[in-house]
């Protein structure tokens, strides 16, 4: 079974002011129009979003690599207390 990388494993992420005061985090994603994730009351709290998004996205993808603990299925390491 060939192992495919997570969809946001190349995404590239910036913060985007809004009209309104507000802060949105672009999310690109190659080959596919960017997504906005909002509303962000400052720019650091986009920020912050963007790291915790690059963080599961780098646990989820390291979870489902096929060099994962050993014995351990997804639907095992889903259904355990992070």
């Keep these: 079974m ?3 990388p997570h969809p946001h494993a190349e995404a590239t992420y ?3 002011p809004s009209g309104d005061g507000a802060f949105a985090a672009e999310v690109s994603i190659p080959e596919t129009y ?3 994730v909002s509303p962000f009351a400052t720019e650091a709290d986009a920020e912050a979003w963007i790291v ?11 979870r489902n690599s096929p060099f994962g ?3 351990t299925s997804v639907a095992n390491r889903r259904s355990r207390p992070e």
């Design 69 to 71: 603990r050993p014995g």
């Design 52 to 62: 915790e998004q690059k963080r599961r996205v780098q646990a989820q993808s390291q």
């Design 14 to 16: 910036r913060v985007i």
């Design 2 to 4: 060939t192992q495919r």
């Design 34 to 36: 960017p997504a906005k």
